[in-house]
Nanobody, 124 residues
Framework: QLQLVESGGGLVQPGGSLRLSCAASGFTSDYYAIGWFRQGPGKEREGVSYIRGSGGSTNYADSVKGRFTISRDNAKNTVYLQMNSLKPEDTAVYYC?????????????????WGQGTQVTVSS
């Protein structure tokens, strides 16, 4: 059974850092594109970043470019989202998702499997 499990969320002060993890089981995640999405209170779900399956090219939303870094460890079947210089507007539930076709995008409809989400709260 394909499964994605996020971890690493929590409460952090503005300007702080967190690293989210997305652990995949039931499939080899390096063939899939993995995307990170978030949904803040009263907001629609938005794409944050994704990493493609082949070659591992990455893409970032303008709102996080230069602050967030996505990476993957194929040996651990895990994708990470390093989040630096966090802002209160980054507060959201963060989800990872897998795209079987390997391309990735910022459109949630392109993804086939989803994790349960992890809460990130940026507040002083």
């Amino acid at each position: 059974q394909l499964q994605l499990v996020e971890s690493g969320g929590g409460l952090v002060q503005p300007g702080g850092s967190l690293r989210l993890s997305c652990a995949a089981s039931g499939f080899t995640s390096d063939y899939y594109a993995i995307g990170w999405f978030r949904q803040g209170p009263g907001k629609e779900r938005e794409g944050v970043s994704y990493i493609r399956g082949s070659g591992g090219s990455t893409n970032y939303a303008d709102s996080v470019k230069g602050r967030f870094t996505i990476s993957r460890d194929n040996a651990k079947n895990t994708v990470y989202l390093q989040m630096n210089s966090l802002k209160p507007e980054d507060t959201a539930v963060y989800y990872c998702a897998a795209d079987e076709e390997g391309w990735g995008s910022f459109d949630s409809y392109d993804y086939d499997y989803w994790g349960q989400g992890t809460q990130v709260t940026v507040s002083s």
